[in-house]
Structure formats: structure tokens, C-alpha cells
């Protein structure tokens, strides 16, 4: 079953040439003249011609004053030379072109043409390629002629096409790009080691750091634990004090009977005596007997704890006895008794 192209086309595109154009792009990047990669790592060539010598790198010239690899210049009487305008599609399948171009185009015999190529222009609809088709047998006649060149099969050749410098394929230029092509394995490895050990770097640091970070997680859950237990602590303290709170204000609002009978004690004297006693919180009710009711009563009043001493009835003499009955009320200071 046959497929039909158009079944292949998105938006006009071939998918079939995907591969071949991330190919394409690769190459454009790293071989081409103009690749930005090629002018940094490309050898240093001295380009010897009619005038002279001059240095050149991925086909430009440079300031460079020693070179790996020479190369010679052919007079452009031996050159044929084409400027073509092409579809930007045919980019693609440029080489292919470009051959099918230099066999209509060349008079020399196909074993004996060389030819090289650079593309001097390219926008969305065009390219324009430079070509230069020479003989391989003139041009070993011509460079043995004007250079004394003999072995002209590893020497690099180099044509003249308007103002742009082409290497002819076919030559000697196979020693200079083996050279790049390794300098270029090795620049690859460098990066893939150092992208590797930046990586192992990253993994080692992520490691470190997810350590650092359990610890502070261990710390923070150490120290929430710390704080919930001090929350407790103070939580208790507070109800502690409040429960103090409590009973100092019972205390106050209801002081010890034992502790003011027992002052009681110490103010009456001799002959005076405490028939009934009863309390109420901070109210001290008496019914007593003593030889001067009133210096009772005197006595008490001078005393600091007591706020206030009154008496509810008044004073009676107990027939025969020879003592007076009192009634006394007493109010407590708040705050003065344990």
C-alpha cells in the first residue's frame, strides 16, 4: 500500500526531513566557516599565495604569526568560479545540489574536478552559495609551477571566488578537519566531565543540604516539644498561682480562729475571762467577764489587727461577783491576720 505524501506534510512541511534537518543544524553549528564554534577551535592555517602569506582561521583572516597546517591559493586564471542563487528549501540537500550543479556546469572530467563552496547569504527564501570548480591535474601543474610544490595531494588548495576564500575538497584538507573533529571530541568531553562533575557537585550539595535540612526539622520538633512542655509548665504554674491566689484570699476573707483566740489570750489579764467566742470570717463576736469591762474594750481598741471594737450592749455588773458582763463585736483588718 503506497502512502501519499501529502500524508506526510504539516503545514506544508515534510516530518520526513526532521532527521535530516537536526542533522543539518548540527553540522551548520560546528563545521561550517561561519560556525561560532569552528572560529574558536579551528587550527591556524597559513594561506600562501602570489602575494605573500597571510594567516587565516575558519576561513578568516587572523593575527595569528604561526600556523599547524599551509595551504596555497590558486590564481584565479585556473578557477572557474559561480555565484548561484537557491531556494532556502534546498539547504537541506545543499551537497547534493551543489554536485548535480558542478557536473552540468564543470569541463573538466569528473575524476579530475574538485570543487568547494561557501554560502555567503541566506534568508527566509534564499541562499546564495559561492562556488569554485578547478582541475585537479592544473592545479598540481600550477602550484609545482609557482610554489615548487610538490606533493600537492596533503597540501591544502584554496581558490579565490570574488571576495570570499573556499577550500577545495579533494586535497589535503582532511588533515586539519580530522584535527578539529578531535579537538572537538576532546573540548565535548571536557564539557560532559565538567557537566557531570557539576552534577555530582549538585547531588553531593542536595545531600548535604537535605541532612542540614532534617537536622533543623529534628531541632525545630525538639525544640516544639521544648516549648509545648514549657507551655505546660506554665499553664500548671498559673493555675498553681491561682489556686495560692485563692487561698490567700480565703485566708484573708477568713482568717484562723485559733490564731485570734490565741491573741485574745495574750491581751486580757487576770481576772478577765472570754465566756463565748464566735467568728465569721473577718467578724469577732465576744461575751466575757472582767473587773473593768470598759479597759477591755480600751485595751482591744488600741490593738493594729483589729479595724474596729464596738459594742452591741452595754456593759452589766454581775451581782455578787463582783465583774461586769460585755458584749463586744470586733472587726478584723483584712489582710493583717495568717
Sequence with gaps: MQVSDQNWRVLGFDVRNLGKLWVDAWRDLLFTWDSPVRRLLDDIVCLRSLDGERFYQSGEPCTATAAAYTAYLLPDEVVLSKTLELPAAVEVDLAAALALEVDAY???????????????????????????????????????RQFNAEDTVHQEIWARAGDEKITLNGFGEAARENSYRRRLWRVGLMLLGV???????????SGFS????????????????????????????????????AVAAIARDYPNPHQEIARLTQL????????????????????????D?????????????????????????????????FYLDI????????
Design 331 to 338: 472587726q478584723l483588718r483584712r489582710g493583717d491576720t495568717p
Design 106 to 144: 564543470s569541463p573538466f572530467a569528473a575524476e579530475d574536478t574538485r570543487y568547494g563552496w561557501r554560502i555567503v547569504r541566506r534568508d527566509a527564501a534564499v541562499i546564495e552559495v559561492v562556488l569554485a570548480i578547478v582541475s585537479r591535474s592544473a592545479a598540481a601543474a600550477c602550484l609545482g
Design 195 to 205: 557537566a557531570l562533575l557539576a552534577l555530582v557537585i549538585t547531588a553531593v550539595n
Design 210 to 245: 537535605s541532612l542540614a535540612l532534617q537536622e533543623v526539622r529534628a531541632m525545630a520538633a525538639a525544640a516544639e516539644r521544648d516549648s509545648a512542655e514549657a507551655a505546660s509548665i506554665r499553664a500548671r504554674l498559673v493555675r498553681n498561682n491561682e489556686l495560692v491566689g
Design 268 to 291: 486580757l489579764n487576770d481576772g478577765e475571762s472570754v465566756d463565748n467566742f464566735s467568728m465569721d470570717g473577718l467578724a469577732v463576736g465576744l461575751r466575757g467577764r472582767a473587773p
Design 293 to 325: 469591762a470598759a479597759s477591755v474594750m480600751q485595751r482591744l481598741t488600741q490593738q493594729d489587727e483589729y479595724a474596729e471594737v464596738t459594742a452591741p450592749r452595754a456593759f452589766a455588773r454581775v451581782k455578787g461577783a463582783g465583774v461586769e458582763q
